[in-house]
């Protein structure tokens, strides 16, 4: 943490962020706040230039068009590749893990390219899918299931630099076939999970606290209204 304030990075609001996708960071300033830690957010629009120097960011999914414009942009201002580089958590959602990969093929076929800091591509699968995902998480780091809602029609394919994030029990993930969800590479951690997903997966949340903090762990939040939400969700998703 560079100030005594956490500063927490809302990536392109204005384009991208789908299903809720910027409670993430509203997640992140509010389990920050209940453990007595300042926290902000800095919301990064199509008028800002991407800054490199803030604790966390977040991105949110997009539809194709604005999609497009998000990728533009983090090409032409290349702050969030140089916070990443630099180890700074990065947490994508669905869209954003398209405009993460060295390219993404639209709907209509058109193929763009991203921003490399994932090691995968993404192309149109021959039908969308939508609905509640559970996984079991792989990443180091993380026991609890996960849960979210998807809604893609991209299938993201990993290459050899970049780790699933977990294996899908119910639903269907990255698409590709080989039941894994979601992706990570070095700090940047992707997921197809909407939900927000850190209201559904306060560990995951954490773990990027944490991170952004330069801590190893963060003392538990006791909530049961987020344990019954889990509980809510979890079963949700396994009835599919
Ligand atoms: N437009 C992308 C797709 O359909 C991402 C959708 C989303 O972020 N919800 O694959």
Redo the contacts with the bound molecule.
Sequence with gaps: MSTSTLRIGLVLPDV?G??GDGGNALILRQRARMRGIEAEIVQITLDDEVPDSLDVYTL?????YA?RLATRHLTRYPGLQRAAAAGRPVLA????I?VLGHW?E??AGERVDGISLFDLT?S?QAT?SIGEVVTEPVMAGLTDPLTGF??????STLGSDAAPLAKVTHGVGNGVGDGTEGVVQGSVIGT?M?GPALARNPQLADLLLARAMGVEELAPLELPEVDRLRRERLAAGRRG
């Design positions: 991208m789908t299903y949110g999914g997009a539809e194709d999609q959602i669905c869209a954003a398209q993404y639209t709907s993404t149109p969308r998807e809604n893609h029609r991209g299938g197809y909407h």
